[in-house]
């Protein structure tokens, strides 16, 4: 029998320890080891303990997500799993991935109590388990460079696109704070995550970046030089103005079989439709398949597609997706891929 995995769980909500330990123990691969009721004695009770992963309530009144993160990537690096509020964004979780969290979920509500056996906690600790903690750790050592570039007027890409899930936010921040400028196109991000969380991550990236970071809003039309993000309302398109030939923001009731709102394959698909061979397609770490049909689709009309590597991947399902299917033209480490998309303008 292989080794279970050893599991911490800190919540200061008796309701919630008992809703996710029951829920834990449901699972022959993993062992609930300990539960704490606040930051400062989960932290304490990990480095006793020392567990495979971590599971932490990101809101607590004595040491929060945040303070355990920062105490066990220092002196005990482990993965660690964020449970955040249902009823509110929390921007100290980006700093918490920043940091080294491994992801972060929202806390089970009623509905979800009543459907568990699709709330991703038990696939996400097997994948937090496996993890290269280094990869964890190397996130606080990212270095940002948005020094202008040399275009070519002639350029054959006119967008950017990028998927991510799993660890996204972390390899966005990368490509992201590592692009010119004077970047002349736009570049929309598909990144899975509650939408409550999207605007809050869209004004970090705001801050981090020269370029402007905004959600992307329904009839708005793409800017060069601008990086827009897809709400998490639904699945986000872009389409050709019937009058004025201009492209813009659409959303579409479509659904997709392996993620939507958003969907990484339907902004891809409208994408290839739009852009055709004008258009760089991205997709970074993640569990699951999104993103790798749209992508085979943007390699199909001609454009450019890329897909991380597994050495650089927090979680190797995506871009393994979309490499092993043949949807990437070209597999590239993280730290480079800002730099690649950038030769290929």
Do not use: W
Request: proline fraction near 4%.
């Amino acid at each position: 029998m292989s080794k279970k995995i050893r599991t911490l769980l800190i919540d200061d909500s008796a309701f919630m320890r008992k809703i996710i330990s029951d829920l834990v123990q449901t699972d022959e691969q993993i062992e609930l080891i300990g539960v704490a009721k606040n930051g400062k004695e989960g932290s304490e009770m990990a480095l006793d303990l020392k567990p495979d992963v971590v599971i932490t309530d990101m809101v607590m009144p004595d040491h929060d997500g945040l303070y355990v993160v920062n105490n066990l990537m220092t002196n005990l690096p482990v993965p660690i799993i964020l449970l955040s509020s249902l009823e509110k964004s929390n921007n100290r979780i980006f700093e918490a991935l920043e940091h080294g969290a491994f992801e972060f979920i929202d806390k089970p509500d009623e509905k979800v109590r009543k459907d568990l056996d699709n709330y991703p906690l038990l696939e996400l600790i097997k994948l937090a388990a496996n993890t290269d903690i280094s990869l964890l750790k190397a996130k606080q050592l990212a270095k940002q460079n948005s020094n202008q570039h040399a275009f070519d007027a002639n350029a054959l890409y006119r967008i950017v696109v990028i998927g991510a899930s799993t660890g996204g936010p972390g390899a966005i921040e990368t490509v992201i704070t590592n692009l010119p400028s004077n970047l002349k196109i736009p570049v929309v991000v598909v990144q899975h995550m509650p939408a409550r969380f999207l605007e809050t991550f869209a004004e970090r990236l705001n801050l981090m970046s020269p370029l402007q970071v905004k959600l992307a809003r329904k009839g708005e039309l793409l800017r060069g030089g601008t990086i827009y993000i897809a709400p998490g309302t639904s699945n986000l398109i872009v389409e050709t103005h019937a009058v004025t030939g201009q492209i813009q923001f659409n959303f579409t009731d479509k659904q997709f079989k392996e993620f939507n709102e958003p969907s990484i394959d339907c902004f891809f698909e409208s994408v290839a439709e739009v852009y055709g061979k004008q258009s760089i397609g991205v997709v970074l770490t993640g569990m699951g398949k999104d993103g790798a049909e749209g992508l085979y689709k943007i390699k199909q009309a001609g454009g450019y597609t890329i897909a991380q590597d597994e050495n650089s991947s927090v979680v190797y399902g995506m871009p393994k997706a979309a490499a092993e299917s043949g949807a990437a033209r070209q597999v590239v480490a993280l730290k480079q891929i800002p730099g690649f998309i950038v030769s290929c303008l």
